[in-house]
């Protein structure tokens, strides 16, 4: 696999066979494999209807070769040298409605591309996430599809929910008609490893855009043990979902969002409210040469190995003018504390340090690798959420500091709310929903925005708040979280949130 095609070819029967099997052929269809590679569905194809004819096209000229010496003589077969996201035929197909009766492929992803040829892509798709060249080969085909044409792509799952693709769905539920994703690990590809922790198989049919939709679902399959369960449904994990298309183009940045409990799609796509309409959820501090400016406490401290540890005497704990801090300090004690990632429920000891002088600031400020975003922020009270987190989220009580970029900031625009969210957000609830609205282990803010917020009863916000206080102290004391007390405020939100 080169790493500038980033070809990653299909080789898995059963996978392959499933796809197939979603085209529903008909003879006399003229179908398009967008990224041919060594020609694994052009065979497949031909053997399900000897009666179709085919365009390939594809970029590698290693391929190439390989292609001419396997289809040069097949009548049925025209091969083409070119990119199919730019080839200047294909763009007349695709204004002209000229185009294919099926598509079939596995585009390239996850490769580099020059930052020229992608100023380049986005002149030529607008407002599409232009790093990720699945989307755009996906983008493209569904206009070189004909009305009533159908469109089989293996691709990671990520467009299903990412911030990023919200273009990419909003195009795909206006004009067609997703018929069915299965999701699966990436691991079902023999001897493969993606860096993408799960594929899908999407099958969509082009209708025309005036079309009602109301009638429309997408089948969703997921939990499959392997990837034979694609074709005769074995496996007793293996689960199918009926989403309305309807109900997904109303989402939340038309996001697919898949849970095991009707209850938490339900809530995600139907909440009035959601976090990001009651508090600001923003990321913080970057230095641009961390190991110049930050300092751990001791050399114990995870990560701490590259950097120098901070001298008590180098840390002012006492900000007598508050006002004044964004501009840095004079002297010596100029190291504040930072709160930076690492999984820490409810409250974190100070363990970080960043100088904070007027230099150093002003390097911030203007180092073009730096930046000192919503600085407004820094030193209020909040919760600090990892942008990272493992196998679940968690979140510790921000005060009298800053941030750094691994940490989204959450400010309650209320402050009744502080305690409230802070219990939440080290919910199994809360992390159910998150992982839901999106699978990746990345926290971002964008993300942690759109989680429901449900108001709870002035006596369980108070009852919540209580005990969230009672765990913060007793972390602080004795550095450990009360397990009793966290158990009840489990208990208390799920009840909130009826999950």
Known sequence: MDSVYRSFYTKSNAIVAYMVSKLELNPGDHVLEPCAGDGVFVDAVLQAQPNVTFDLYELNPHAIVDLNAKYGNDTRVEIHHADTLTDPDLSLKANFSTGYDR?????????????????????????????????????????????????????????LNLHLHKPLRKRLLSKCHIEEVAIFPSSFFPGVR????????????????????SAESIRIIDNLQNAHALLNGEG?????????????????????????????DKLINECKNRLGDIADCVTGLYTGKDPDFLRPLHDAIRSAARYRTVDESEICRDYVDRSGLLNGLNGKRRFIPIMKGGRKRYYKPDEWYVDWSVEAIRAYRTHPKARFQNSEFYFRRGIGVPMVSS???????????????????????????????????????????????????????????????????????????TRVKKIVTNVKEEGEVDASLHKTIEAMIAEVYGV
């Open 194 to 213: 993606y860096g993408y922790s799960k594929m899908c198989i999407i099958t969509l049919r082009r209708v025309r855009e005036s079309a009602s939709r």
């Open 236 to 264: 007793l994990k293996r689960r199918v979902t009926m989403v309305s298309q309807q109900v997904m183009a109303d989402t939340v940045d038309h996001a697919l969002f898949v849970s095991e409990k009707p209850r938490v």
């Open 391 to 465: 196998s679940s989220i968690s979140a510790a009580v921000l005060e009298d500091r800053v941030f750094d970029q691994s940490i989204v900031g959450i400010f309650p625009r209320d402050e009744k709310w502080l305690h409230y969210l802070l219990g939440f957000f080290n919910t199994e609830t809360c992390n159910t929903l998150i992982r839901t609205i999106n699978p990746s282990a990345n926290n971002s803010a964008n993300y942690i925005k759109k989680i429901p917020f449900v108001v709870p009863a002035e006596s369980t916000l108070r009852a919540i708040s």
């Open 103 to 159: 598509i079939i492929g596995n585009p390239p992803y996850g490769g580099w591309l020059e930052y020229e040829q992608r100023d380049f892509l986005k002149r030529l798709f607008p407002g599409m996430y232009v790093r990720e060249t699945y989307s755009l080969f996906l983008f493209r085909c569904v206009d070189l599809l004909q009305i009533g044409g159908k469109l089989v792509f293996i691709l990671p799952d990520t467009f």
